[in-house]
């Protein structure tokens, strides 16, 4: 197990909601597990006027969060928790003088012995990135003399392949590539993680990972719910910006990379970045128009509850083009992939609430129960993100009796039932691994552009091409029926629940 040095957690945009909803409980977890080193302690930063105690308040004693976690445990445990937090106000903005921060942060190291190791955590909108950075950089907090320094970013990072580019500018003029983290949620979860060991530690998957036996890769992120209060944000960023470019496109360039050199976090890095780079752009608008298709869900009734359209909900233009849905298919030019499709979509109100990549293995070449009709059922490896975490294979078993009537069986295996493993959430293990220097799940800059050079001609093409549709679905189903037509000869994506409505609300809003 990696050593966890003695160090300082700075969060800016600390009263935000990340740091109480997802990064302090995170931090209890590994507290709790003894994860975190002996000498440690966060510092939140924010233009909110709070004392220490307000803060320690808000975010482990009297957050809604950690209630539940709370109750059983000694008031003594909590304090010495809380007790490692602080908190410092930044003033009216974050372009004035860190001068009292520096001061702060050096006397929280030495009451704290964190050794001048300090972790910067930028929970702000991506505009603060570099203004923050170069403010760092003014009173020497990016040098690494005594101790080391880390900056970790959230998403969006950038809006485009420019701006993308501009923000890694932007950071690697106050710290050096190795020093920046991009983190991404996603790939925190311990089964998007298992596609490496799936791939390249079991000999029945790893010969047959290629173009001679996988016929299509189907990815599905589905989510149940609509942009709720995120209309304002969501209506300037859609579905592709928002889970396609970053969360998808990583978990793509797991299942097509080739294998690393070793198990470090460069060489697992370089390879993910070659698969991106090896996606095949779209560049005409007739390969755009074929290839991707978007849509919006629209009012409707489910389990007898009445659901806003996307243009009714609070924050979108009433005449909004953004997508709350986006498939794709796209193909990778390379020996491996050669020939073989990936389909990709990803949506808001959907019947359910999943994220699943399918390997669909081409059926034999020589079919001697195809009478019988197996040579529909193609073997499956399904590998479920979430919920439920787990891997499903689906092969072809003889129904007991006469003849020779096959039937789909499946095989399965959940996390939940590992009952003596606990399994890390997503921020638990990115935070640790960023804690202890290992940037395996974190993108690279290189990373990042690869991905938007591929989305872009996406974009730009539902901006401005011609023949450029909007499709209606209505909220609760799986999307448009105009999606079933990107999977050729297909018939249909894999729908993994029921509809919840029996409305299926096709139509081209614009």
Request: glycine fraction near 8%; proline fraction near 4%; aromatic fraction near 12%.
């Amino acid at each position: 197990m990696s050593k966890t040095d003695h160090q300082l957690l700075v969060i800016f945009g600390a009263s935000g909601d990340l740091t109480a909803r997802k990064l302090v409980p995170a931090l209890f977890n590994l507290y709790v597990a003894r994860q975190l080193p002996e000498n440690f302690a966060v510092l939140g930063v924010s233009r909110s006027p709070m004392s220490d105690e307000e803060f320690r308040d808000r975010v482990v004693e009297k957050s809604p969060y950690l209630e539940k976690r709370l109750d059983d445990l000694r008031e003594d445990y909590i304090k010495r928790f809380s007790s490692r937090f602080f908190y410092e106000d930044v003033g009216g903005s974050y372009e004035d003088s860190y001068g009292p921060l520096k001061e702060r942060i050096d006397r929280i190291n030495v009451q704290m012995g964190t050794r001048g190791n300090y972790i910067f955590y930028l929970s702000t909108p991506p505009v603060l990135y570099k203004t923050i950075a170069a403010k760092l950089a003014e009173q020497d907090l990016n040098k690494q003399v005594e101790g080391w320094r880390r900056l970790i970013v959230e998403k969006p990072f950038g809006y485009s392949l420019d701006s993308a580019k501009e923000l890694n500018q932007g950071l690697q003029q106050y710290f050096n590539e190795k020093q920046i983290y991009r983190i991404d949620h996603y790939l925190g979860k311990e089964t998007v993680q298992n596609l490496l060991v799936t791939r390249f530690s079991n000999s029945i998957f790893e010969p047959l990972w290629n173009r001679n036996y996988i016929h299509h890769v189907e990815i599905t992120n589905a989510e149940q719910v609509g942009v709720e209060k995120r209309g304002g944000y969501y209506d300037k960023s859609g579905a592709v910006r928002d889970m396609f470019q970053n969360h998808l496109l990583q978990i793509v360039s797991l299942v097509v990379m080739e294998p690393p050199i070793s198990n470090r976090p460069e060489d697992i890095r370089n390879e993910k970045v070659k698969a991106l780079k090896s996606l095949r752009v779209m560049k005409s608008e007739e390969e755009l128009h074929q290839n991707t298709i978007r849509g919006q869900y629209v009012a409707s009734e489910v389990d007898g509850v009445k659901v806003k359209g996307y243009r009714e909900e609070e924050g979108v233009d009433p005449i909004s083009t953004t997508e709350t849905y986006a498939a794709i298919k796209f193909y990778v030019d390379n020996w491996r992939w050669e020939g073989v499709p990936f389909y990709v979509r990803t949506a808001k109100r959907m019947p359910t609430k999943v994220t699943e990549v399918v390997i669909h293995f081409k059926t034999p070449h020589h079919q001697i129960f195809k009478d019988v009709g197996m040579d529909n059922k193609d073997n499956k490896l399904i590998i479920r993100i979430q919920p439920n975490e787990g891997m499903m294979i689906k092969f072809g078993v003889k129904v007991p009796g006469q003849g020779f009537k096959v039937e789909r069986a499946n095989l399965d295996f959940y996390y939940s039932s590992l009952a003596e493993t606990y399994v890390m959430q997503a921020y638990e293990r990115l935070l640790l691994d960023a804690m202890q220097g290992d940037a395996t799940l974190y993108a690279r800059a290189d990373e990042v552009e690869a991905a938007w050079e591929f989305v872009d001609p996406i974009l730009g093409y539902w901006k401005k091409g011609a023949n450029v549709r909007m499709y209606g679905y209505a909220a609760g189903v799986w999307g448009p029926e105009h999606a079933d037509e990107l999977i050729e000869g297909l018939g249909y994506w894999r729908n993994p629940g029921e509809h919840l409505t029996d409305d299926p609300g096709y139509c081209v809003i614009c």
